[in-house]
């Protein structure tokens, strides 16, 4: 069983276009995340939920809107994407707390904007 | 504002070797600190999580310690094998945070 999953692997798509990428675990954890990928492998955080609340925002366009419809879930959403969009998106999941647990993350989402 | 650095940015050994990856990290104040490895193409899989009350975990042929107050923790691999091949990140958590701040990465070549 895979335990944080994101769909699709690969997207392809036009400027200007809106896409989504969904996520979910079966951790059972309570935090999900958004981290991106750049041309030089650099890893940054973009999002981060608890509990279905936004905890964490970096500057990141608000053309980038994530959903959590519950804490097994966390979506992303991209309006009218733009060419330096094109990146590698990962979602992770982990437990915070007394309980703090490692981060799991996803097989990542190759988004590539033409 | 923690930033994390990796030292070095690509290594190239051969079978059998025993070997160290370093990674170094400006804010002590950190909460836990993780070891991943990213084959070409894939997502990330974590090897070794360290509490910041830790010294060392282990893990099979891989070791890895963390000395918060001079900011440095060390992959140590043991018995290199090819399959050992892979970018390998660390990331730590600071305290009060829900992030993890990468490192910039070690491309790690082990030939045959």
């Known amino acids: 069983d895979t335990a944080v999953s994101q769909t699709p692997k690969y997207l392809v798509t036009q400027m200007g276009n809106d896409k989504s990428i969904k996520c979910e675990q079966n951790?059972?954890?309570?935090?999900m995340y958004w981290y991106k990928q750049d041309s030089k492998k650099f890893l940054k955080i973009m999002f981060s939920?608890?509990?279905?609340?936004?905890?964490i925002n970096e500057t990141v366009p608000n053309r980038f809107s994530p959903k959590s419809p519950d804490k097994a879930h966390l979506n992303l959403h991209i309006n009218s994407l733009e060419l330096g969009d094109s990146a590698v998106y990962f979602c992770?999941?982990?437990?915070?707390?007394?309980?703090?647990?490692?981060?799991?993350f996803g097989q990542g989402t190759r988004l590539t904007v033409v | 504002k923690q930033e994390v650095t990796q030292i070095p940015a690509a290594l190239s050994v051969p079978e059998g070797e025993n070997l160290v990856l370093n990674c170094s990290f400006t804010?002590?104040?950190?909460?836990?600190l993780q070891w991943f490895r990213q084959d070409p193409g894939k997502g990330l899989t974590s090897l070794l999580l360290?509490?910041?009350?830790?010294r060392e975990q282990t893990s099979g042929r891989l070791n890895a310690s963390l000395d918060k107050s001079s900011g440095r923790s060390t992959l140590y691999i043991a018995a290199s094998q090819p399959g050992d091949s892979a970018t390998y990140l660390c990331?730590?958590?600071?305290?009060?945070?829900?992030?993890?701040?990468f490192g910039t990465g070690t491309r790690l070549l082990v030939s045959p």
């Open positions: 992770a999941s982990s437990r915070v707390g007394a309980m703090n647990t490692e981060a799991f």
């Open positions: 951790l059972g954890h309570d935090t």
């Open positions: 939920y608890n509990n279905k609340e936004l905890i």
């Open positions: 804010d002590s104040a950190i909460y836990n």
């Open positions: 360290i509490q910041s009350s830790q």
């Open positions: 990331a730590v958590k600071n305290t009060g945070f829900q992030k993890l701040v």
